[in-house]
């Protein structure tokens, strides 16, 4: 597995003369293994690994994301985009997390993120649910589409290509936010489902701390990709591979199923392309 990624990467970044690569590192388990895999493929000096925390960073994921870099010996850089962010106005949609511990922040968030909708990542994947959701929607995504002008403009500057550190879980499932994290020149585990990929973690030698980290997009405290799920990426990644090849679902959880179902219906409807009428040009 490790080799035909590597291989894919060297040979995208020469087919497409990029001189090397971006890659937005958060300290999650993703961006660790895509980190690793562009080092491998080609070599520290063609690497670059940037770091954009914001207000709801953890410290801890500011942390792991700089420790790897160094470990990898990669070039990188740690831009906050908290001021762009305040510029903009982002956090007047709500309140400051300023001088109230992280576990309070997290408590409060988790019970306002429910409070707003029966099931926030559905209507998240409908655009759909009450005002004040739809202003967690957008307070939220502005985030990760910063980032990705941030990230091309490093990548331009040096000639390099921006690379997604998307997974096949994430992309079935809409765990992505259009024009944002999927906005990339090459996604090189995106065939991969979560779970290979933290096999891919284990093969890399990645830190065991990244490993063993909830994923979580970082970006609301306290709330993880399983809680978003509700179901762990083992149970989640389980049924998906079933449905992909067309496998029996009589031994898994109903409940769970029909969940796996409707968020790959709805998360289709996400992916579609932007509507034009040729017809009224």
């Known amino acids: 597995m490790k080799e035909s990624l590597i291989s894919f990467i060297k040979e995208k970044i ?36 940037l770091i954009l925390p914001e ?14 870099c160094k470990s990898l010996k990669v070039e990188y850089k740690i831009k906050p985009i908290t001021p762009i962010l305040r510029k903009i106005g982002v956090y007047r949609l709500f309140p400051p ?36 959701f739809l202003k967690g929607l957008a307070y939220y995504r502005i985030k990760h589409r910063i980032r990705m002008c941030l990230l091309y403009f490093e990548a331009e500057k040096r000639g390099y290509a921006v690379v997604g550190t998307t997974n096949r879980t994430e992309y079935l499932t809409g765990l992505y936010v259009k024009w944002g994290d ?15 990929v933290f096999e891919l973690a284990r093969e ?33 990644d389980r049924i998906l591979m079933k449905i992909d090849r067309g496998e029996s679902l009589e031994d898994e959880d109903p409940e769970k199923v029909e969940r796996v179902k409707k968020i790959l219906e709805l998360a289709e409807k996400h992916r579609r392309g932007i509507p034009i009428s040729f017809d009224r040009i």
């Open 204 to 236: 890399l030698n990645i830190p065991e701390k990244i490993q063993k980290k909830p994923p979580s997009p970082d970006l609301i405290p306290g709330v993880t990709d399983e809680m978003a799920f509700g179901m762990s990426y083992m149970e989640l």
């Open 55 to 68: 207000r709801d960073s953890s410290k801890d994921s500011v942390k792991d994301a700089v420790e790897l």
């Open 14 to 49: 020469e087919e497409y003369n990029y001189r090397g690569a971006v890659v937005g590192v958060s300290g999650g388990i993703d961006s660790a293994v895509v980190l690793s895999l562009c080092v491998q493929a080609l070599g520290k000096d063609r690497v670059f690994g």
């Open 97 to 132: 997390k300023l001088f109230f511990p992280e576990s309070v922040v997290k408590r409060y968030v988790l019970n306002k993120w429910n409070s707003l909708s029966k099931d926030p990542f559905l209507d998240d994947l409908r655009n759909s649910g009450p005002d004040e």
């Open 182 to 196: 999927e906005a990339v020149d090459i996604e090189p585990i995106m065939h991969l489902y979560k779970t290979q």
